[in-house]
């Protein structure tokens, strides 16, 4: 971390954007493109959408705040490098008759945690160098 703590709000941003896309997901209804769950009916798929996202945010708030700063980092660095790939995966799928992620707010969610991501890992980088 820097003295000013710009890597913790940079990763702070990137969760938070993340999280708030996970709640647009659900009006987008992101679940009709998910293996699993676009197969069942879009009543019980959303409710079961919403519903695992209780363990995976579990698990994320566990190892962002992990005890260990080795797990904490490589964490962080893992969280960016999805954030990046999963604007990669949206990208991919913007041509699909399922894919509602069009809008100015759905693009600025999913675009700015990937650039939040992308600017946490070179801090991140740039703090490992000078440490």
């Known amino acids: 971390m820097t ?32 293996p699993g769950l676009r197969s069942l009916d879009d009543g019980l798929a959303g409710r079961l959408f919403v519903v695992l996202h209780v363990p995976l945010f579990l698990v994320l708030f566990r190892l962002a705040t992990h005890p260990s700063p080795r797990v904490r980092r490589r964490f962080r660095l893992a969280l960016d490098a999805f954030a990046v790939a999963h604007a990669v995966l949206h990208r991919g799928f913007r041509d699909r008759p399922e894919y509602e992620f069009e809008g100015t707010t759905s693009r600025a969610l999913i675009r700015g945690a990937a650039l939040a991501g992308l600017v946490h890992l070179l801090l991140s980088e740039r703090t490992r160098r000078t440490a």
Not at 12 to 32: K, P, S, T
């Open 3 to 34: 003295p000013d703590g710009t890597d913790d709000w940079t990763f702070y941003a990137v969760l938070a954007l993340l999280f708030a896309h996970e709640l647009d997901a659900v009006e987008r209804h992101e679940w009709r493109l998910l």
